[in-house]
Each structure stands twice: as structure tokens, then as C-alpha cells.
């Protein structure tokens, strides 16, 4: 007991105490706001081609006052035909130009609208002349109905849900409750996704390179092979522990630094090229969003959801970590052969996270039900599922299936471990690793 | 007593049979050598006495005390193919491997603290693992299989490597544990080695024990009746038949007479020639010669 201490100890201040490690768990928290912070500022710049548009209308369809040029594109309305504006394109001062003429009827919806270019015009471009055009047609319609703009609001109709419970009460699910719901089992989902991957391989990682510098049987002639890879799966998984902890501090506040950030900037200009429905509904969801949501939080039971994550997460770890260690200790030097066998189990958690996010849409469907329950899928679908209040019994059933599988796991990569880290040269088939578990 | 005895040890690989009935005792405070050509289960018996892989068959005794399933903490292994954890201070490293073989933290300093200053290795103790020249890494590596004070000292092939002055620090620390009453097991092919530092020996081959005992004793056993004489004079051009010359090289000549010509017959010729002889010995066969000899005729058998 006191050795197993001894390695976890060892395994773990090597690695929290490394530089590296240090950087990277401040970093990658400002690397997700650096991010954050490009993908907002791409989206905000709605890119499209840099070109000067001429609106040909030589029959008057729109009236010079009404017309404003937009920000992106420069268009300009004339009166001239296109033939007249023929010169003008050779000069270069116009790249396209557009011909529009007034509907024969009203009723008519689909337009053929002729653009004269030699531009290639990417999808960017074609959409903003497209929705800019159709405003035309649109206003020049609403003019010729004698249609008054408040009439045209009159048309809206904007729906939101008021749940009410009937034989339950429980008033204080809101809409906003399946929001914090998909975020927080988002996160959730994704933490755990994150860290299984790559705490599993760090262990695979370091039992190569135990058995590559053959450290190994130094080790090995002072502390048993099970002793070794329980010390290091967990020592590692400490390491993960502290990493999740502070990134679970640092995450609220890299969160609203992005949000500070962004709401005032981004908004406005992404808004404003959706159709207006859209936009009113986001204005109001802002409005109602943010202290709805806060109040939400508060009603999330945390004292069943956080320990119950960590427990899917250490349930999760483990499984992973020790198929992760048995294959390190049967392949040797190989990354690439190491990586081939990984390859099924890899699968199964990427798979776990696309069951997680489609649970963060339907987390009471039968498909995230089942997955749930299913060990390699249940610590990422579980862990998604917890923040939108699963009946209590399916996470504790989930997590004892779960803990029974890494037990039955832990005995066979144990097995296979302690004979593949003493086996130098020849490659282990899956044949072999199947008599390593089985034999004596 | 002995302080190691192995009876009818036996371990198999899959179908492959590593080691195939082993047995052999080794006394106490004695240096004993295990040799074998390369895959005769040297490494296999090794792994066994240590605790690093358990025997299928058979029996390992470590004073009296049968030692198969455990990991004997009397025992210090220094593995052909070295490794530390490259990123690692060799303090911390030493610290730790130390700790592992059951030491405490304050007698791990301690003992730590002296043979960092008999190796003359102060100035590079807080520096990483991977930033040491080998002989450097050799140091650490004795550290750590002898820092825990074991019973027995087990090292296989302990001088590849290292410069002349290392491999002397090192057979002077090895002396030096002998006469403090550890016994020390060598596993090497430089068979120069096993006839300078060995006492006993025992000879590994196809995973069986072919030949152990004294050193003097075997070489004694294997001794070819042949005789070296070196002259003053120019020799003869011929000796008579029953000397058998065997070879000649200036003023030396060896011979290997038949059964019924004794040494004194030799040199009572040399002088009846009135040929002044410098010196004049019986040649032992080398341990080389008899780990050839030995495996060649076990291989035929």
C-alpha cells in the first residue's frame, strides 16, 4: 500500500510540477477565449466580394429616396439600361450589374433576375444580392397593396411555451431550465470527452516509455506489476482531477469574459442579416435569458449532479485508462501499431460524445436513455443527461454497471499488462493477448 | 548455508521453453558468475530469483526461505539494458527507487548523501536524468540496486559501457560490498571478466544449467596437458614426436605431449639441450575456451 502511494505520488509530481503541464492548464482556458474571440470576429465579418453593383431600373421600380446602399457590397440605383452602363463596367467602375423591372402581377413570387458580370460570385455574395433584391421586390409590393407598416406587424405571431405542471409541482421548470440544461450537460459532456481521451493516452504513453527506457525491471523487482499500473492510472487521474478543478474555475470566467466581449459586438451585425421574426425572438430571449438562467442555476441540484459527474468521470478514466495501459504494455514502441489498436476503443467515446450531444437535444429518448447505461458511452451520455434531471435510480444503475466493467477491464489489462511489459521483440497478436489473460 | 539455491526451476514462454531446469546454489559472500550465450535463459533465471516473473516449476530459496511468489527485498537488480525516467533529478530518481525498495525517507537521504560523495557525484546529482554522459547514468543506476544494502547483488553485464576508471570505481565498490558479506551474481559474456573477479560459476545453456562450480576448479578440470616453454637460445627445428609442438611464435613454444610424457620430461629435454629456459608453465585453458567448448558439445548432445 505504502508503494502504490509512493508511485502515485511519483506520478503525479512529475507531471502537475512539469512546466508544460502548468502552461498548458492556464492556456488552454485563454486559447478557448482566443478562440472564442476568432470564430465571433469571423462571424461578425459577414466576408463577401469587394464590388460595386450597379441596379439597373430603367422603368422607375423604386424610388432614389428609399434606396439605401448597404455596407457590405456598393450598390448604386440608376436609371440606365444596361447597354448604357456596358461603357461604364469596361472602365471598371461597376463590376455587375443588375437589370430589375416591376412584376407583371403581384401575385407573382419567383423572379429571374438578370446579373450581368464577368465575377465569379461566391455564396456569400450571391445571398446578400439576393435578400437585398428581395427587399426591393418586397417594399415595392407592400407599397403597390397599400399595405401600412403596422398592418404588416399585425401579420407576426410569436409563440413561446408556458409549461404547467398537472400533477406534479414542479411550476418552476421554465423554458429556461432546458437551456441550462443543454449547456451545462454540453460541458459536462464534452469535460469528460476531453478528459478521457487524453488522460488515457498519457497513460499509454508513459507505460511505453517505461517499458521502451526499460525502467521496467527495476520497478519490477521492488513493487508488483499490478501495483505499478494501479499507481500510475491513478496517479494520472489525480492529474486530470486537478486540471478538471481549475479549468472548472477558470471556464465561468474565460465564459464571461467571451460573453462580455461579444454580446455588444457580434450581436448587432449578425442580427441584423436574419429576417426580422428571428431577431425579435433573440432580442427577447436576451432579455428574459440571462436572469432566467441565473435563476435556473440556482435551482440545479448540485450536490447530486457534481459528484455524481466526478464519479463518471473516475468510472470513465479508469475503463479507458486501463485498456489504454494494457495496449501500451503489449505494443512497445510502436505509436503507429499502438494508435491502429486504440482505434476500436477511440471509436467508442467519439461515438459516446455524438450520443452526448444528441442528448443535449433529447435527453429522455429512448436512444440516450439505453446509451446511457452502456459503459463506454454512459460517463459522457450520463454526465449529459444529469443536468436535465434524470429519475435518480438511472444514474446509479448506470454507475454501478459502469464500476463492474472497470472491474472486469482492470482484471484482464492487469493480466495482459504484467506479461506484454516484459515482452521485448516480437509483436503481440490478439491471439497471444488473449492467452495473456487467460493463462496463469 | 547458501544464501541462493534454485532446484529444478522452470519457466515457459507460450510453446517456447526459456528456462528448462535450472538448479544451482551460491554461498554466501561470494562473487559468482552466470554465464550463457545470448538467449539461454540467463535473463528468464534472473527475472526469476528477483521476483520479476515466478517460476512454473520448481523452487527459489533465498536463506532457506522460498521466494517464488514474492518480490524478495534482500535482492538488488541492476538489468543489462539500464533505464531511468529520463526527465527525472537524479536525486529525486534515486530518492524514489529507494523508497520503493522499502527504505524510509530519512534513511534513504542518508545513505543517499554518502555514496553521492564515495561516487564523486556532486556536482551532477540535481541534474536531470537525460543530461548525464553514461557513465554518469552507470553511477546512478549502481545506486540504485545497492543503496537499499541487499543480501544479494545481481548484475548483468554492470561494466558495458563504461570508460576503464568507472569499471575500476566500480569493481572497487563491488570488492568492497563482497568484503562486507554481499554476494554478488554476474551475468556477462566477457568471460576475461568472470576468470579476474569470479570465484564461482555456473554456465547457462539452452535453459539448462551445463557446468558450475570454482573457477580454478573448472579451469583445473579442463586443462588440455599443455605446456609453454620460453627460451634464451634459438629453439631447435624440431622436437621429438611424443612433445607434439603445438605452435611456435619467436623464442616461445608450446606443447602438448602425450599421456605418457610428464612435464619434467620436458624440461629435463630443454635442459640435456643446454637451451636456457626463461620461464616455463602449464597453459589452463581460458573460460572462453571452455564456454565454447561447453556449449559446442551440449548443443551436439
Redesign the interface.
Known sequence: MN?LW??IK?EYT?RVF?KSFILLTLLVPLGIVAFGVLVGYIMSRNSVQNIHVAISDPQGMIEDSSFKSKKDIDYSLTKESFDQLKTLMKDGQYQAVIEIAPPSNLQETNFKIKVNTDERLDINTSESIKSTISKLYRNYKIKKLNLSDSTINNLDADISLDRHGVFKDDAKISNASNAVGAILGGIMGLLMYIFVLTQGMMVMRSVME?KM????????????PIQLMMGKIIGVGFVGLTQLMIWLIFMPLTGIITGTLFSSRLKPQVVSSMDPNTQKAMEQAADQGLSSILSELGHVHWWFIVPMFLLFFVGGYFLFAAICAAIGSAVGDDQGESQQIMMPFTLLIVMGLYLAMGAIRAPNSSLSVISSFIPFFSPMVMSTRLAFDPPMWQPILALVILILTCIFFAFLAARIYRTGI?MYGKKASFK?LG?WMFSK | MSILTLDHVCKTYQSQKAVDDVSFSVPRACIYGMLGPNGAGKTTTIRMITGITHPDSGDVFINGNRTNDTIPQEIGYMPEERGLYKKMPVWDHLMYLAQLKGLDESTARKELKEWIERLEMKSWYTKKVEELSKGMTQKAQFIATVIHKPEILILDEPFSGLDPISTNMIKDEITRLKNEGTTIIFSTHRMEQVEEICERMVLINKGRNVLDGNVEEIRKAHRQHLFELVTEDELPRSFPSQFNEVSRNGRKVQFKPDTTTHASDLLKYFLDQNLHVNSFQEIFPSINDIFIQTVENSNRS
Request: glycine share 0%; charged share 40%; no cysteine.
Open positions: 508503494k509512493l508511485i511519483r512529475t512539469k517505461e527506457n526499460r525502467i521496467i525491471e527495476v520497478i519490477l523487482s521492488s513493487v508488483k516484459l497471444e492467452k
